[in-house]
T-cell receptor, first 113, second 111 residues
Framework: EADIYQTPRYLVIGTGKKITLECSQT?????MYWYQQDPGMELHLIHYSYGVNSTEKGDLSSESTVSRIRTEHFPLTLESARPSHTSQYLCASNEQGPAYEQYFGPGTRLTVT | DQQVKQNSPSLSVQEGRISILNCDYTNSMFDYFLWYKKYPAEGPTFLIS?????DKNEDGRFTVFLNKSAKHLSLHIVPSQPGDSAVYFCAATRNTDKLIFGTGTRLQVFP
């Protein structure tokens, strides 16, 4: 059973606000990921990390930033939210080694008004 | 350019019958393929996978078939159950941890 958590589950916020989406996992996984998904569309990788102090940008350009200070925690921050940031944000993790199956959190549905 | 394509946005199947979900890919270098299932308001959950060195992998009611020459894979669910109603995503990778996802197919299983 995968244990990966995201908070908040839903967030409605005004334009210009700074927000942080939280993601935590208790499996000790070194590798963590952030995806963005719009309805009816594919999941797009926006950030990933292979361990503490390691972060990389994904295939989809994003104005968000991430940090990885602890193995279990991988928060995503938007300094100034805009309506174009409205989307679902999904966090995932997996083990080291040749393991491609990623475990996903429940997601955060963000709406910027 | 979309490398993983799920051309059917939706599929409706009667309970007890077979559900066949299709996925096409363009990158011949992909070497591992996965299927995920997603319920509303939840994250995707891993369902089944297949390596490019195989052409079939089975797990209970779920079977994935891979046709490398056609760059096509399919997920068969037999028998289909109402609890299988969800969005199914196909994903592929090229020996890395970066998964490339399709747009998903919404499966509805009706009584």
């Amino acid at each position: 059973e995968a244990d990966i958590y995201q908070t908040p589950r839903y967030l409605v916020i005004g334009t210009g606000k700074k927000i942080t989406l939280e993601c935590s996992q208790t499996m000790g996984h070194d590798k963590m990921y952030w995806y963005q998904q719009d309805p009816g569309m594919e999941l797009h990788l926006i950030h990933y990390s292979y361990g503490v102090n390691s972060t990389e940008k994904g295939d989809l350009s994003s104005e968000s930033t991430v940090s990885r200070i602890r193995t279990e925690h991988f928060p995503l921050t938007l300094e100034s939210a805009r309506p174009s940031h409205t989307s679902q944000y999904l966090c995932a993790s997996n083990e080291q080694g040749p393991a491609y199956e990623q475990y996903f959190g429940p997601g955060t549905r963000l709406t910027v008004t | 350019d979309q490398q993983v394509k799920q051309n059917s946005p939706s599929l409706s199947v009667q309970e007890g019958r077979i559900s066949i979900l299709n996925c096409d890919y363009t990158n011949s270098m992909f070497d591992y393929f996965l299927w995920y299932k997603k319920y509303p308001a939840e994250g995707p959950t891993f369902l089944i996978s297949i390596s490019s060195i195989k052409d079939k992998n089975e797990d209970g009611r779920f079977t994935v078939f891979l046709n490398k020459s056609a760059k096509h894979l399919s997920l068969h669910i037999v028998p289909s159950q109402p609890g299988d109603s969800a969005v199914y995503f196909c994903a592929a990778t090229r020996n890395t941890d970066k998964l490339i996802f399709g747009t998903g197919t919404r499966l509805q299983v009706f009584p």
